[in-house]
């Protein structure tokens, strides 16, 4: 039995040495009570890994954290899946915003059919290795008006705070159509707009090519095509 099996990962000196030995590295962790990054890993190589983690991770159970040592190591699919569950599970301990921050989070991140929430997590580990730090919420928007055009998400840089338009949440949207707008918008925080030929480009090339990284871009493209009509009404 090697060392790293012998450690207690139920205290903190223990989980530290358990993840040093794991990572054959110097590992700091950092305790947070962020609403939207759960897990946040970086590395340098004077200092090691810098894990900042929820404080749901504190009870977390022994293979829950084998499976955040794999997908620092190599990002495989089933630890990121484990970890998915995990956090769903643990809803309960992400705080609530205070009173004085619900004008800014105008609408909650649940709606009839689509949970934003759950959407921004999962493309922010899977895709985005929780880089992008920001809040999603429902636009508040009327439903029953026609309309000519459509804007299906904006984000908003000062505020950090991603809104989607309410008539995607509706039965018969497909949920990686709602992933692709989720994933737009997150993008635009990690590629900014750039003054090209005296103009503000906000989807220069560079963002442009890391749209399609997004593995339904061109069936969520097709799928627009094909019912923007049924949107507009």
């Known amino acids: 039995m090697n060392r790293a099996n012998k450690l207690d990962v139920t205290t903190e000196n223990g989980r530290l040495q358990w993840l040093e030995s794991c990572l054959n590295s110097r590992v700091s962790v950092v305790w947070t009570d962020n609403r939207t990054s759960m897990i946040s890993v970086t590395r340098r190589p004077s200092s090691g890994y810098q894990l900042r983690l929820h404080h749901m991770f504190q009870e977390a159970p022994k293979p829950i954290w084998q499976a955040l040592v794999d997908y620092i190591q190599n990002k495989h699919t089933p630890s990121k899946q484990a970890l998915q569950t995990y956090i769903s599970q643990k809803q309960s301990l992400i705080r609530h915003p205070p009173s004085s921050q619900l004008s800014t989070l105008r609408l909650p991140a649940q709606g009839r059919y689509i949970d ?18 920001a809040d999603i919420t429902w636009m508040r928007t009327s439903l029953k008006r026609k309309r000519t055009s459509i804007r299906f998400g904006v984000y908003d840089r000062q505020q950090k705070l991603i809104r989607i338009h309410r008539l995607l949440d509706q039965s018969f949207v497909p949920y990686y159509f709602v992933e692709s707008v989720v994933f737009h918008e997150m993008l635009h925080q990690l590629i900014p707009a750039i003054r090209r030929h005296g103009r503000w480009d906000n989807h220069p090339p560079a963002f442009k090519l890391a749209e399609q990284e997004y593995p339904y871009y061109q069936q969520a493209q097709k799928w627009e095509r094909e019912n923007l009509r049924r949107l507009l009404g």
């Not at 959407?119 to 899977?126: G, S």
Request: charged share 5%; net charge positive.
């Open 116 to 133: 934003l929430n759950a959407i921004y997590q999962h493309l922010n580990l899977q895709y985005f290795h929780n880089r992008v730090q």
